[in-house]
């Protein structure tokens, strides 16, 4: 008889359904939501609405995240900003998924980097693609470090705008955190640096004295916990919700 594998999530709810749903013919796993985090859209500020009504004096958007693309079309909709206006501009995007989201709303994708952190998004856009003192907009979350509008700034007029914000959940599911601290788990699922913070608030682990079984979604995430001390078991090979289950299969069925 096959053994079941314990999965906890801690992605937003809605990232967690979709993974639940990539792993339901694999009948011996036994899979836990438990968000940390989640995110809204920003309501617009003068600020804000003063960068977006003048978008076409910009010469490039920059997106970081699924999130970013999705909470700033929504953004720029509720100012009726002319469409027309963003159509003209370059739009560059960390990764498949990021990409796919601005093909979703409707926009060419110009320039797609593949690697999984800032610093090697940065290095490729100022290497690759952006141009002398152009107009670069980069539209992120409130909790996103300013690392990649100050490497853009080195060589272009880099405006960051932000779009959505990201909410600590501060009283998440205790039985599913009592199945971590009984070491009842296989694997514990991270997708951002936010939540693997909040993680540690909440419960206080200290990194020489609680083992974590993690799979993180990717390197930016993995440096940021193994800067904090712990070990990351696992780092998807593609950082994205399919790679999450692929990985999930690959060392659990």
């Given at each position: 008889m096959v053994q079941n594998k314990t999965v906890i999530s801690t992605q937003p709810a809605e990232q967690a359904v979709k993974l639940q749903a990539l792993l339901q013919n694999s009948n011996n796993i036994?899979?836990?939501?438990?968000?940390?985090?989640?995110?809204?859209?920003?309501?617009s500020n003068p600020d804000t609405e003063q960068v977006l009504k003048t978008i076409r004096s910009f010469n490039r958007?920059?997106?970081?995240?699924?999130r970013g693309v999705s909470s700033f079309f929504k953004l720029v909709k509720s100012l009726n900003i002319n469409g027309e206006d963003i159509a003209n501009l370059q739009f560059a995007a960390i990764g498949a998924a990021t990409a796919g989201e601005i093909l979703k709303n409707g926009y060419e994708v110009h320039y797609i980097n593949q690697g999984n952190t800032s610093k090697e998004f940065a290095a490729y856009l100022i290497d690759d693609v952006i141009k002398a003192n152009e107009k670069i907009l980069l539209p992120q979350g409130n909790l996103a470090p300013d690392f990649l509008l100050n490497k853009l700034s080195e060589k272009a007029n880099c405006t960051r705008i932000n779009v959505y914000e990201t909410i600590k959940i501060?009283?998440?599911?205790?039985?599913?955190?009592?199945?971590?601290?009984?070491?009842?788990?296989?694997?514990?699922i991270f997708t951002s640096p936010?939540?693997?913070?909040?993680?540690?608030?909440?419960?206080?682990?200290?990194?020489?004295?609680?083992?974590?079984?993690i799979l993180s979604i990717g390197q930016t995430t993995t440096n940021f916990i193994e800067n904090k001390g712990f070990k990351v078991q696992i780092t998807a090979k593609k950082s994205n919700i399919k790679g999450l289950a692929d990985e999930i299969i690959e060392n659990l069925v």
């Amino acid at each position: 008889m096959v053994q079941n594998k314990t999965v906890i999530s801690t992605q937003p709810a809605e990232q967690a359904v979709k993974l639940q749903a990539l792993l339901q013919n694999s009948n011996n796993i036994m899979f836990y939501s438990m968000p940390l985090i989640e995110t809204k859209i920003l309501k617009s500020n003068p600020d804000t609405e003063q960068v977006l009504k003048t978008i076409r004096s910009f010469n490039r958007i920059v997106f970081t995240s699924k999130r970013g693309v999705s909470s700033f079309f929504k953004l720029v909709k509720s100012l009726n900003i002319n469409g027309e206006d963003i159509a003209n501009l370059q739009f560059a995007a960390i990764g498949a998924a990021t990409a796919g989201e601005i093909l979703k709303n409707g926009y060419e994708v110009h320039y797609i980097n593949q690697g999984n952190t800032s610093k090697e998004f940065a290095a490729y856009l100022i290497d690759d693609v952006i141009k002398a003192n152009e107009k670069i907009l980069l539209p992120q979350g409130n909790l996103a470090p300013d690392f990649l509008l100050n490497k853009l700034s080195e060589k272009a007029n880099c405006t960051r705008i932000n779009v959505y914000e990201t909410i600590k959940i501060k009283n998440p599911d205790r039985e599913i955190l009592n199945l971590i601290e009984k070491n009842s788990y296989d694997l514990l699922i991270f997708t951002s640096p936010s939540a693997f913070d909040n993680f540690l608030e909440i419960t206080n682990y200290q990194a020489d004295k609680k083992g974590l079984k993690i799979l993180s979604i990717g390197q930016t995430t993995t440096n940021f916990i193994e800067n904090k001390g712990f070990k990351v078991q696992i780092t998807a090979k593609k950082s994205n919700i399919k790679g999450l289950a692929d990985e999930i299969i690959e060392n659990l069925v």
